[in-house]
């Protein structure tokens, strides 16, 4: 086998970007733009010991889950990588992900999962959008995305996966640059001024937030702007953000305020969970009982979402989510509760209404200050947060104050939990540990160490916040085993 030679390769698996894994001649290739199931005729790119990476020349058998992705750009934007996968498909597939990793990683021999939890709709469910802002080859304003790694912005202003409203405020900027001559940023020479439009819509509340990113400390008439912006209903907060570095990190720190409030507020639903229940707690005996009567009063959780904080993107999807790891954490209102990497306090204000006190513990400052808000304006009273590294405070809290925990939640980013944490939360034994996770393979790494370690995984339910992509987020409920229960 060599360079430019054609194989014809059957597609078995998915790579965790998306690229499509077949087997030739005892070597895996990587082919991208194939679906499971499909049978290619590939040219081989690249050669490695035991694997390669071949180009799709010509679908010899498509696979019966290959559809027409309904997005006209979907193979040059990386964004879905896998919209030519019919959605039950692509469900199987990142619950067979979750599955694999608990037992190749996990070591579970017969992982305790539910049944994955999918979108009614698998698009148009994102409330951010990002959108760059440039030229086309022909020199005309465009807000799209960049393709591949080149620094060409290929015209997209209504991307599938967000809010129909995005077209009508891009094509508004592109009006107003357009009309008084304002320069978009030019990625390589670092001159102009317009870098991103950045949008968020409050799914609940359909209050609108535009935000765009400069290369400057002022944008020419943004007065008449706003103006224009504001004829669209919902409009809460038009806002600008400077940004004058030149990195590809989006935002900048600083925000100005151009018309409105410099945030909107969204709305969780909490009613959804009020009646959840029925987990075991560790002794046998059930909680769910004990669950009704501490329902929130309107049925929600309000929020305050400034342009800078994190906020869950897919709405329905965190509904859903947050209501399993409230299901999973079973309260009775008497417990204990740590929320670790709480970002805004989302999880932690959902699971204050249930417990006797929640400790949130956030790196980002900012997020700790939302959380604190955010606490204030439910009239939540119980919920705590601390600024720091997880790895910091807990040890500290825990042995130099004897705060205690009953129940720990965590939401780790990708790279999991340090193993420090997990071994401070197994000293504070807790009954239960509800673990939320965005990458199944550091999941798996920690429910084994957590495993060995006193608890067992009761239940796992995989969950789809991030349909037509790769990504898939996971929760799970593990409890300490009986022995240890003195
Ligand atoms: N639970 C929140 C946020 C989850 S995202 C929600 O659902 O909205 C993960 C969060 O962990 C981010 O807000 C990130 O800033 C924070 N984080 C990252 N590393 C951390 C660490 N070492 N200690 C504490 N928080 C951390």
Redesign the pocket.
């Known amino acids: 086998m060599k360079k430019d030679d054609l194989i014809t390769v059957k597609i078995e698996d998915l790579s965790s970007d998306g690229l499509g894994v077949g087997h030739h001649d005892g070597m895996a290739f990587f082919i991208k733009d194939t679906v499971i199931g499909d049978v290619v005729e590939a040219k081989i790119m690249k050669l490695k010991k035991t694997y390669g990476y071949a180009r799709l020349m010509r679908l010899l058998e498509p696979s019966p889950d290959r559809v027409e992705p309904p997005c006209p750009v979907a193979r040059q934007c990386g964004g879905c990588q896998i919209q030519a996968m019919r959605y039950p498909a692509q469900l199987r597939f990142k619950e067979a992900k979750v599955r694999s990793n608990l037992i190749r990683i996990g070591k579970f021999e017969n992982p305790p999962m539910e049944l994955i939890i999918g979108m009614e709709q698998p698009y148009r469910y994102r409330n951010k959008a990002q959108f760059p802002i440039g030229r086309d080859r022909n020199g005309a304003l465009v807000a799209g995305f960049y393709a591949g790694r080149t620094h060409d912005i290929i015209a997209c202003e209504d991307c599938l996966l967000g809010h129909e409203v995005n077209a009508q405020i891009l094509a508004i900027v592109l009006h107003h640059m357009e009309k008084y001559g304002i320069s978009p940023y030019d990625e390589q020479t670092g001159a102009g001024l317009v870098r991103h439009v950045m949008t968020r819509v409050g799914f609940h509340t359909e209050q609108i937030m535009v935000c765009i990113v400069i290369n400057g400390t002022a944008l020419p008439h943004s007065r008449e702007l706003a103006a224009a912006l504001c004829e669209i209903p919902g409009m809460t907060s038009i806002t600008l953000n400077v940004n004058r570095e030149r990195t590809n990190v989006i935002m900048g720190r600083e925000i100005l305020p151009v018309w409105g409030q410099t945030w909107i507020e969204d709305k969780i639903r909490t009613d959804g969970w009020s009646s959840a229940g029925g987990a075991s707690d560790s002794d046998g005996s059930s909680v769910s009982d004990s669950l009704g009567g501490l329902s929130s009063l309107d049925g929600f959780v309000r929020f305050r979402i400034s342009p800078l904080s ?3 993107v897919n709405p329905v999807q965190m509904e859903k989510l947050y209501g399993k790891a409230l299901e999973y954490a079973a309260l009775t209102g008497t417990e204990i509760v740590w ?6 306090g ?2 932690s204000l959902f699971l204050a209404r249930k417990a006797k006190q929640v400790y949130g ?4 400052p900012q ?1 700790i200050h939302d959380a604190q808000e955010n606490a204030a304006l439910n009239g939540i009273t119980n919920a705590e947060f601390f600024v ?4 910091d405070i807990l040890p500290a809290k825990y042995e130099a104050e004897g705060i205690s925990a009953d129940v720990i939640v965590v ?3 990708r790279k999991g939990c ?1 193993e420090s944490v997990l071994a401070t939360m197994i000293q504070m034994a807790p009954k239960r540990i509800v673990y ?1 996770s965005c990458d199944s393979a550091t999941l798996a790494r920690d429910l084994h160490y957590l495993c060995e370690h006193g608890y067992q995984l009761e239940k796992c339910c995989p969950t789809d916040m991030f349909g037509n992509s790769v990504h898939v987020e996971t929760v799970c409920q593990i409890v300490r085993k009986r022995e240890y229960n003195l």
């Open positions: 994190f906020y869950q929320d670790l990497y709480c970002g805004i989302t999880i513990v956030e790196i980002v997020a720091g590294k997880a790895e939401d780790p980013p340090e939320v």
